[in-house]
C-alpha cells in the first residue's frame, strides 16, 4: 500500500473517530437530512455540530446540497456503513475474548 493512500485512510479514520460525527453518519444513513434538523439531536452550539459536519464532508463522506437558505447533508460514500457492521464485529469479538482474560488474571493472582 502507497504511503499517501494510508495517509487517505488516517483522515478518514481520524474524521470518524468522534462519537459526534459518528452519531451524524448513523443519523444520515437513514436519508437525506436538512442541517437544520441535526440541532435539536445533539446537545452542542451550531458552531461545534458545523465543525463536526465539516470534518465529515472534508474528508468525503458527507456532501451538502444547498436549496435556498436551507442546507441539506447526505452521506456521499454510503460504504462507510461497512465499516460499521465491521466495528461491530470487532466489539463482539473482543467481548468474547474477555472472559477469558479474566480468568487468566485470577489465576495468576491467586
Known amino acids: 500500500m502507497k504511503a499517501e493512500e494510508l495517509k487517505a485512510r488516517a ?25 437544520c434538523e441535526l440541532p435539536p439531536l445533539f446537545p452542542m452550539n451550531k ?6 459536519v465539516a470534518a465529515l464532508r472534508n474528508v468525503g463522506i458527507v456532501s451538502e446540497r ?33 472472559p477469558g482474560r479474566a480468568d487468566r488474571r485470577k489465576a495468576v493472582t491467586a
Open 11 to 35: 483522515r478518514i479514520m481520524k474524521a470518524l473517530s468522534s462519537p459526534v460525527r459518528l452519531m451524524i453518519v448513523d443519523e444520515l444513513s437513514r436519508g437525506e437530512r436538512c442541517l
Open 66 to 98: 444547498r436549496e435556498g437558505v436551507r442546507c441539506f447533508l447526505r452521506l456521499e460514500t454510503p460504504c462507510i456503513l461497512k465499516m460499521f457492521d465491521c466495528t461491530l464485529g470487532v466489539i463482539r469479538a473482543g467481548a468474547r475474548r474477555r
Open 47 to 52: 458552531s461545534t455540530l458545523s465543525r463536526h
